[in-house]
């Protein structure tokens, strides 16, 4: 590089440092300081925790939420101007879905049992953002929910994840507010452990200690009216070793093959989930008329050393759901 170039990016440098002191000395911060920005100054809070208040009460900590948002759809007239005019339909607020552990409240759970009994209770509460002095800084509340989905976690005694329930519900209405500032009440703060390698599946007359796997239990409710609606109970889809299922093809050859499938031919059982030294039940789905429908071996490649599994799958007429004190926080 010659030795006029070189000046001539030397004096360039040194222009522009002078004039970043010069912007120093004003106190602004370059670009970043204009009216307008948006430097690392200025942004948002970051969320510590969020909780769920119910009627007014903490019902604890949750791990995730989603959702709730007021919305309306956009229409297109049908017009003979080009380009077509366009409006707003009708206002719709959307489903909110959570997800959380054990240490939720009382309430809570008790929320979550009228999904497969068919109450159809409705509450009415709030979202609150937390920072992590567990201050509340947001709020968003929502009135009249009804729970439209509440799953029950994918089992499997391989894992070592953190098991979760997942619930969504559907409210009349939602507002984002302001939070109060005041810490939130200790209702599950401290999240109790709960795997998802940790259960227990017991159905009459059948070998379940090598059930190794159970698929998520997913419960769909939708509200005809105010106080009626549908309750979908989902099938109940377990995994065990060829070797350990006798009783399970046994069942499918009386249940299915030979057509003995009357309801004195269903069975009922259990599926518990327990804490981490199994010695507590935290949470128990009831299974009341089950009837199997498919068996079937799991694909298994020529040669592999893989245990050869089945698949067996039942319908359930009716489920219940309970919980064990160890699972509430207050």
Not at 7 to 13: E, G, H, L, Q, W
Not at 22 to 29: F, L, V
Not at 288 to 303: N, S, T
């Amino acid at each position: 590089m010659s030795n006029d170039r070189r000046d001539f990016f030397k004096r360039m440098a040194g222009a522009a440092a002078a004039l970043a002191g010069m912007e120093t000395a004003r106190g602004g911060g370059g670009a970043a300081s204009a009216e307008g920005a948006v430097g690392p100054d200025a942004r948002a809070f970051v969320a510590g925790r969020f909780a769920l208040e119910l009627d007014e009460s903490i019902a604890g900590f949750i791990q995730s939420s989603e959702g709730g948002d007021a919305t309306a759809e956009v229409v297109e007239e049908a017009s003979e101007s080009c380009p077509a005019p366009k409006h707003l339909g009708k206002l719709r607020y959307e489903e909110v879905q959570i997800s959380c552990g054990v240490g939720m409240s009382s309430a809570f759970y008790q929320w979550l049992q009228t999904v497969p009994s068919c109450d159809f209770t409705r509450k009415s509460g709030a979202i609150l953002a937390t920072d992590f002095n567990l201050k509340e800084v947001t709020r968003m509340a929502f009135t009249n929910a009804l729970i439209t989905e509440f799953a029950m976690p994918a089992l499997d005694a391989a894992s070592k994840d953190s098991a979760l329930i997942s619930v969504k519900f559907a409210p009349e209405s939602t507002q984002r507010q302001k939070g109060s500032g005041q810490k939130v009440p200790s209702c599950g703060t401290k999240l109790k452990k709960w795997l998802a390698s940790n259960f227990r599946l017991t159905i009459d007359g059948l070998d379940c200690k090598k059930v190794n796997k159970v698929d998520a239990i997913v419960i769909n409710q939708t509200a005809t009216s105010r106080e009626s609606g549908r309750v979908e109970i989902p099938n109940l889809a377990v995994t065990l070793p060829e070797s350990a299922a006798q009783s399970f093809f046994d069942w499918h050859q009386d249940f299915v093959i030979n057509g003995n499938n009357g309801s004195e031919s269903e069975k009922s059982g259990m599926l518990e989930y327990l804490t981490p030294n199994l010695a507590e039940v935290l949470f128990t789905i009831e299974l009341h008329h089950l009837g199997i429908f498919k068996l079937a071996p799991e694909k298994v490649e020529a040669g592999s050393e893989n245990v050869r599994r089945v698949r067996a799958e039942m319908y359930c007429e009716q489920m219940a759901f309970k919980f064990g004190t160890g699972a509430a926080g207050c």
